[in-house]
């Protein structure tokens, strides 16, 4: 009965070595910005908020001239004629990284293609969400009635469609698998 289960844990290693990979990368970046003995020291979630907001107030400040407004930046707060955004460690984009990498990490694939994945996928959802947060927070300020409703779907979905499809794209284009 012994060697029938050892036989079988044998032949599910690849599935418990992807689960376990990936279990463990969501762990370790949980950790970092939730543990506080380490969040306090290595706090990637509000560097992640610090860079959205930076780089969110940049394009706002190229586009508000252009459309009549003014922004001020305090902190991770972005405000302009009575409405302010506060890009928290929530918004950072922190958590769709965290699954992209954890995913791009556990998938079997050789460590160059996982670099080439690592680096594609942090670009793109950070850069997608610079621009969810420019795109909210001009939502915000001139159809303010829409902000919720666009902030809690639209947006957080949109994320994740773009971070599975560029799993997707990564996995099938960088990845060479061998079909059984």
Do not use: K
């Not at 996928?121 to 300020?141: D, K």
């Not at 979905?157 to 971070?163: D, G, H, K, S, T």
């Amino acid at each position: 009965m012994g060697g029938r289960f050892w036989q079988w844990l044998r032949g599910q290693w690849l599935v418990i070595r992807v689960v376990a990979t990936f279990l463990g990368v969501i762990l370790a970046v949980f950790l970092l910005t939730d543990y506080a003995p380490l969040a306090d020291r290595w706090n990637v979630g509000a560097w992640m908020a610090e860079f959205a907001t930076r780089a969110s107030s940049l394009l706002l400040q190229g586009i508000g001239p252009l459309l009549g407004f003014t922004i001020q930046v305090q902190g991770t707060r972005i405000s302009a004629g009575g409405f302010a955004v506060d890009v928290t460690e929530a918004c950072s984009g922190v958590v769709p990284t965290a699954i992209y990498s954890a995913a791009v990490l556990a998938y079997p694939a050789t460590w160059g293609a996982r670099l080439i994945g690592l680096g594609l996928g942090i670009v793109i959802i950070h850069a997608l969400n610079v621009l969810r947060v420019v795109g909210l927070f001009l939502v915000g300020l001139f159809a303010n009635p829409y902000f919720h409703y666009t902030h809690v779907y639209l947006a957080q979905a949109a994320i994740i469609v773009v971070a599975v499809a560029t799993w997707v794209y990564w996995a099938e284009r960088f990845v060479h698998v061998p079909r059984r």
